[in-house]
DNA sequence: ATAATAATAGGAATGATTACTATTTATTTT
DNA sequence: AAAATAAATAGTAATCATTCCTATTATTAT
C-alpha cells in the first residue's frame, strides 16, 4: 500500500475525532487541505484503510460511519443528537451459550445502545 | 389507518417469514398476488406498518429488513450466508450501570452477534 | 349514493456508495 | 537518470436503496 499524500490525510482525519464521522464529513475536512480531492478517493481510501486495519466501519441506520478505535468496543447512541459514545462492555461469557444453544460461532457482537445522552437531561 | 388489500398483503408477507426480509423480497412476494403493486407502496406500508407498531425495521449493515416480532429480541448474523437468527438476550442490568457512568438514558439495546451458523459446521 | 379523505401506481428525484477511465504519481528495473 | 511498471487519482457516470410527487382510484363515513 502506498502512503499518497490523500490517505494520509484521509487517515489523519479519522484519527484526529471522536465523532465517528461519514466520509462526507472526511471530504469536507480533507478539502481545506486538499481543495481537488475527490469523494471517490475519499471512499476508496477509507475502505482500504478498513482492510489494512487502521479504521473500523460502523453502520448507523443505513450510513456508513468510521473509526478509529480499532479495539472492540460498543456505542451508545443518542437518539436525540445523534452522538455515538465510546463505551467499553466486554462480556465474553456469552460466547459459550450461543454455541452450545445456537451451534453458532461468534466473531464478534455489535452492540448499539440507543437512548438520550446527558446533553438532553432537564435539570431541575 | 385504512386497511386497503395491498396494506393487508405486505403485513401478512411479513408475518409468514423468519427471514427478516428486505422490502424488494416483499415487493416480489407481493407481485404474485397484486401483479401491479408497486415498490413505493411496499414502501410506504412497511413504514406504516412500523409506526402502527405491527412490525420492527432492523438495519442489517446499510440495507433496511423487516421483522414481524416486536417484542425485545437480538440476531445472530451469519457472515457466511447472511441469515439472521433470533436470539432472546434480555440483560437489562446494563441499563442502570451506563446510566449512572454515562448519564445516558437507555431506551433499548440492539444487539448482533456476528459469526458462522451451523450450516457451515465442518464435520469431522 | 355522495362527499371526504386516504392510499395507490408509476415515475422522477435523492443520497450514499461504487465503478470506470484517462491521466498523474510513485516505485522498480535497466 | 531514463524507461518500464504499477498504484492511485480526479472527475464523472452508474448503481442501489429509498423517498417524493401527482394524477387517479379505493375506502370509509354520512
Ligand atoms: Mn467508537
Ligand atoms: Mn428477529
Ligand atoms: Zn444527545
Ligand atoms: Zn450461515
Not at 484526529?16 to 481543495?35: C, G, L, M, R, Y
Not at 445456537?102 to 440507543?114: A, G, L, R, T, Y
Amino acid at each position: 500500500m502506498r502512503f499518497s499524500h490523500q490517505r494520509q490525510k484521509v487517515r489523519e482525519i479519522v484519527y484526529k475525532t471522536n465523532s465517528h464521522p461519514t466520509a462526507d464529513w472526511v471530504f469536507t475536512e480533507a478539502k481545506k487541505s486538499i481543495p481537488n480531492i475527490s469523494l471517490g478517493t475519499v471512499y476508496r481510501n477509507l475502505k482500504q484503510l478498513e482492510k489494512s486495519g487502521y479504521i473500523k466501519t460502523i453502520y448507523d441506520g443505513n450510513i456508513a460511519r468510521y473509526d478509529w478505535k480499532t479495539e472492540p468496543h460498543n456505542h451508545l447512541k443518542c437518539k436525540n443528537c445523534g452522538d455515538l459514545i465510546d463505551i467499553v462492555f466486554l462480556d465474553e461469557s456469552i460466547h459459550p451459550k450461543i454455541k452450545k444453544d445456537f451451534k453458532f460461532n461468534v466473531d464478534k457482537v455489535e452492540m448499539f445502545i440507543i437512548g438520550t445522552c446527558k446533553k438532553h437531561a432537564k435539570h431541575s
